[in-house]
Structure formats: C-alpha cells, structure tokens
C-alpha cells in the first residue's frame, strides 16, 4: 500500500510539473527587445494575486548609473553602467545577483541633461556578448568568462561622429554581421572579428536600434538619423530610400515597429508619429499625427494596437493606446511618468517613472489594471525585462530589482 501511495504522489508531482511547465514557457531575453525583437515575450501565466506588501523580491544590486536595459541569457544577466567615469559590464547570475564577471574601460558620464552613463543594451548571440557605449567602444565578450575576443572605437574605424547623447542604438546580430547605430545610416562589422564591412556618411545617427526587415527575399534595416529614416540593404550597405523626419535635438530614439508593409515611427519633441507603407520606392503616408509622441520609450504592438508613453519629460505624459491602422487614441491613462513598457500577448509589464510595477490587461476597451507595487526609488526610464518568470528593472542610478513572478 505504501508502495501505490508513492508512485501515485510521484505521478501526481510529475503531472503538476508538467502543467506549469506547459503554461509557463520559459524564455530568455537575450536583446534589446527581447527575443523577437519586438518588446515581447511568449511566456504566460505570469503571478498576479501579490500580496500587500508587493510580489517577492528574489535579489538586488547596484550596476552604476546609466539606462542600459538587463539581457538575460543562459542564467546570466548582462548590464552596464557608470561610476567615476568608468564605465562596467557587469554579467550577474539571474538567479541570484551574484557577480560572475565584470569589465571596466574609461568613459565619460556624459549627463548632458540627464544623469547620463551607458543608454545601449549589450546582445547575446551563442557563446559572446556585444556591448557599445556612448563614445564608440565596441566589444566581444566571452558570454562565460569575460574575456575580450576583440574590441576596437568604431566612431574612429568608421570615421564618424559621435552624436550629442552619445550613441544609444543597441548591437544587432544578422548571419555573421553586427549592425550599429554608428554614422548617418549606420554601419557593419564582421561579428567574429569585428573587421569593417561598410559604414555610411559622417552625420549625426539617431538613438534608435537598427530594425531588421525582410522584402523580395533581401534583408533590410531601417535605420534613424538626425533627421531621417534610411533604408539600407544590410549586405552592403546602401542606401535604398530615406524618409525626412525632423525632430527638435535631432532626438530620433523610439525604435520603429514593422507591421506586414506597415512600418510605424514616433518621435517627441512636438514631432507626432505616422505609419508608412512600405513600397519600392519611398514610403507613402497612410497617416499622421501629434497625437501619440513617444520621445525615447518604444511601443508594443499587440493585436493591431500600439501601447506606450506619450509625451515629453518636461511636459504632460500619459500611457496610451493608439489603433495602428488609423492612430486613433482608444484610451489614455495618468500616473506613470515617462516610464517603459514591455509585454506579454496578452499583459502589459509597465515599470513607472517612480519606480511602480504594474501588470495590466493589453486590451483596446480601456485601461484594466491587474496589480500595483513599488519596487524601485528614484528615476527609471528604462525598460524593464521578462526573463522565466522573472521581471528585472533598473533606475538611473544602477539600483536593480529581480521581481519573482513565478506562479
């Protein structure tokens, strides 16, 4: 009897763990944007009855100021950050917090109106990861030991200028090529050795990350200048198209968002947004408007429909959401800040201005809030990340939280 009663416990414990693994896919967030490139994960069942006092912290550290966003990736959480005008890689464990490795180099603070440090994410791609900071210095890392495998100021092999905030556009892996944010309509290194492929002219780039695009079997990026979107074949770099997009500041920092033929961009500064259909040529206006300004924090599209900050640091910001197809504002919300949002297909990871982790449902008939909690002090403009369950977020200062929301 005994012996029945242990196999059915057995089996019972083998049955719930094959349910939560079946609705908890882990997924790790190895990018800027995370695994799809598109602010969103697939994981679901995320924890949403947390207890008074807020969901379960699992650790914390400080990385040093700046608003690089957290990969996570193999167990490992990749960051950097600033102090005494050095900047840090640091690589923790995800788990835990603990520092498995970190690699300091010079570099400026740079807190040209804000309190500056890094505004690039490192990208994991196998066994390295690529970091770029403000002034240009590219690196490859060894993922597991910190090792350098190259590094070099790409500012300097491109022959470019820095742009005023510095650059912020995150590293982008294509087959055997890394894609920067680096000169007026970006530039290509060999990613295993960091050799010059091409680079473009010697003009102020955007902040935006390169987004990646496929059309007639060609790769293509989309990439933000001061003043434009480009079109670039990703082979060699030329220049396909550019699209005139005047921002105050030349401050072009939202990263635009495909959709079919679709590709939707939005500047703040009093610039507005638009969606573009893409076409042999240069891209026809489907629609624009003021109505929707996301000044540095990209939007998630789900289901045809854009959410994100609307507005500027210095002036009235609201959490909106826009219908893609036609920019109509569905609905608009106070008490976020000039915050960031990731997603999951059917909830919205918002981490506030001050600090606040909010789940809500990601649904155009209004604002539907599913749980509220402080988890951070001061600034935090920076995205948050979704990595197995857990939630990582930091504030202009360093300080990082890892949010349990594990069922």
Request: charged content about 20%.
């Amino acid at each position: 009897m005994k012996c029945v009663l242990a196999q059915s416990r057995f089996a019972l414990a083998l049955v719930t763990v094959a349910v939560f693994c079946t609705q908890l896919p882990a997924e790790d967030w190895p990018q800027w944007r995370g695994p799809h490139r598109n602010g969103i994960s697939k994981e679901t069942n995320l924890r949403i009855d947390w207890p008074t006092e807020g969901p379960p912290i699992l650790w914390t550290t400080n990385v040093g100021t700046g608003f690089s966003s957290i990969v996570v990736s193999s167990g490992r959480a990749i960051t950097i950050g600033n102090r005494d005008n050095t900047d840090t890689v640091y690589c923790l464990d995800a788990d835990t917090g603990e520092q498995r490795w970190q690699y300091s180099y010079e570099a400026p603070l740079n807190d040209k109106f804000f309190e500056g440090g890094p505004t690039s994410t490192p990208t994991v791609d196998g066994d390295v990861v690529y970091t770029l900071s403000q002034t240009g210095n590219l690196f490859c890392f060894d993922v597991a030991t910190g090792a350098v495998n190259w590094s070099q100021n790409i500012a300097e092999v491109a022959s470019v200028r820095v742009p005023g905030w510095g650059f912020g556009g995150s590293p982008v892996v294509h087959d055997d090529m890394l894609l920067l944010a680096v000169g007026e309509s970006g530039t290509a290194v060999d990613k295993r050795t960091g050799e010059l492929l091409w680079s473009s002219a010697d003009k102020d780039a955007g902040y935006a990350t390169p987004l990646l695009y496929q059309r007639d079997d060609k790769w293509f990026a989309l990439i933000a200048s001061g003043t434009y979107y480009h079109a670039i074949d990703v082979a060699t770099g030329e220049e396909q198209w550019r699209y005139r997009w005047l921002t105050r500041f030349g401050c072009n920092a939202a990263d635009p968002i495909l959709s079919g033929d679709t590709v939707f961009v939005s500047s703040g500064y009093n610039r507005g947004s638009a969606l573009l259909r893409l076409t042999a040529g240069e891209p026809e206006a489907v629609w624009k408007n003021k109505d929707y300004q996301n000044q540095f924090s990209t939007s998630v599209l789900i289901d045809d429909y854009l959410y994100g900050v609307d507005g500027d640091t210095t002036g009235e910001r609201r959490l909106k959401c826009v219908e893609l197809a036609t920019g109509e504002v569905k609905w608009s919300e106070d008490g976020f800040g000039s915050g960031a949002l990731i997603a999951t297909d059917e909830r919205l990871i918002i981490l506030s201005e001050t600090g606040e982790l909010v789940l809500a449902d990601a649904t155009a008939s209004g604002f539907q809030q599913i749980a509220r909690n402080s988890v951070l002090m001061g600034k935090c403009w920076t995205a948050p990340t979704l990595a197995n369950g857990r939630v990582l977020c930091r504030n202009a200062d360093g300080d990082v939280v890892c949010v349990d929301l594990r069922p």
